[in-house]
């Protein structure tokens, strides 16, 4: 499973390779547009697509590598890190690159950009893209997305809470993961704070939730991993729905419930960035291009990842695998990137000193 880490402050302690005052290189990329037929004839030259953050077992990427292999006879080689590494990765190496593509939380789709790493290209589905879900310019663009969901054990809770405020009121025991370290945990407090009336700059109804949760000693700070599902570990976990939902059917489908909360939740997801300096720049396009086609986006979603096109006609079989389009009626994603960054870069000492002096 692919690890995606949120490294909080990640420009300010400049983990990112060559920030600063140094001068920036300079690639030799045409002006001039391509066509996608252009494109194709290109990618199929340059022969391979090489990405960082794609492995095949996270939202079925190994579906559309075998694609591009039989459609355009690209191969393909992935190294799995997180987004933070994977920019980090194209900062150091600029024109030694070795990676064409990578796929990095939302979060770190403008960090990207911001870090002069990447190539811009619009696919020819862009329009049907919604406009917080991608860069004005084509640096980034989400393939998919995780709102973030309860996966509940039924075995270990009679009354399936459907809302945070259900839960709250339920004596079930939660478990969050490393909140400040994880993605996954970070996002889910927002998620919390959305519901219960808080927002970007101010998570403190979330906060004083899981205090509370806390105190009652319901709180549970291991990962909500397969491992622990499995072992009966977790009570109520708090995931992205595409985690949840893969869980769900690995272990068994008849044993857990997967639902976004009723109340609110938080919707995210993850883009393709391509390297500015990319050795297979067409083929990088190509893919892209493929990712957000019909086939690409029903390739993610047969991997329980929403389609970021909400368009395309799913499968009958593929679309029963997911949850229904109602339940995400109140999750929103993130409007005021400012404002969480600068509360994301505190979460971490509020987090401990808030909630985690608490559990008992």
């Avoid at 559309?64 to 194209?90: P, R």
């Avoid at 870090?115 to 989400?142: C, F, M, N, R, S």
């Avoid at 939660?174 to 919390?192: D, E, F, M, P, R």
Wanted: charged fraction near 25%; glycine fraction near 8%.
């Amino acid at each position: 499973m692919k690890l995606k880490k949120l490294i909080l402050g990640l420009l300010t302690i400049g983990l990112l390779i060559g920030c600063g005052s140094e001068k920036k290189e300079k690639v030799d990329i045409a002006v001039a547009p391509m066509t996608l037929e252009e494109i194709v004839e290109a990618a199929k030259k340059e022969g391979e697509v090489n990405s960082v953050g794609m492995p095949d077992t996270w939202a079925n990427w190994v579906g559309t590598w075998t694609d591009l292999k039989e459609q355009y006879g690209l191969n393909h080689v992935d190294t799995d890190m997180s987004s933070a590494e994977e920019i980090a990765k194209f900062k150091a190496e600029g024109k030694n690159a070795t990676a064409d593509i990578g796929d990095v939380g939302f979060e770190f789709g403008a960090i990207a950009k911001a870090q002069d790493v990447t190539l811009p290209y619009k696919t020819t589905t862009w329009e049907e893209i919604p406009q917080w879900a991608k860069d004005p310019d084509g640096h980034w663009v989400l393939g998919y997305t995780g709102t973030i969901a309860f996966i509940v054990n039924k075995d270990l809770v009679k009354n399936v809470p459907a809302s945070w405020k259900e839960l709250k009121e339920s004596d079930a025991k939660v478990t969050v993961g490393a909140v400040g370290i994880a993605s996954q945990a970070t996002n889910s407090v927002l998620a919390a704070a959305f519901a219960l009336g808080g927002d970007e700059g101010n998570i403190k109804p979330a906060i004083d939730y899981f205090a509370y949760l806390a105190e009652k000693g319901r709180l549970l700070v291991n990962d909500p991993t397969i491992a622990a599902l499995e072992k009966g570990e977790v009570e109520v976990g708090l995931v992205w729905d595409f985690n949840g939902l893969s869980y769900r059917d690995k272990i068994n489908r008849d044993k857990f419930e997967v639902l976004i909360p009723s109340d609110g939740s938080l919707t995210s997801g993850y883009a393709t960035i391509i390297n500015k300096y990319a050795k297979n720049p067409n083929a990088a396009k190509l893919t892209r291009e493929f990712i957000l086609s019909d086939k690409g986006q029903i390739n993610l979603a047969i991997g329980y990842a929403k389609p970021i096109r909400t368009n395309v006609e799913l499968p009958a079989d593929v679309k029963a695998k997911l949850l229904p389009n109602e339940q995400y009626k109140n999750a929103r994603p993130v409007k005021d990137f400012d404002r969480w960054k600068k509360t994301s870069e505190n979460i971490s000492q509020l987090w401990q000193e808030e909630v985690i002096f608490k559990l008992k």
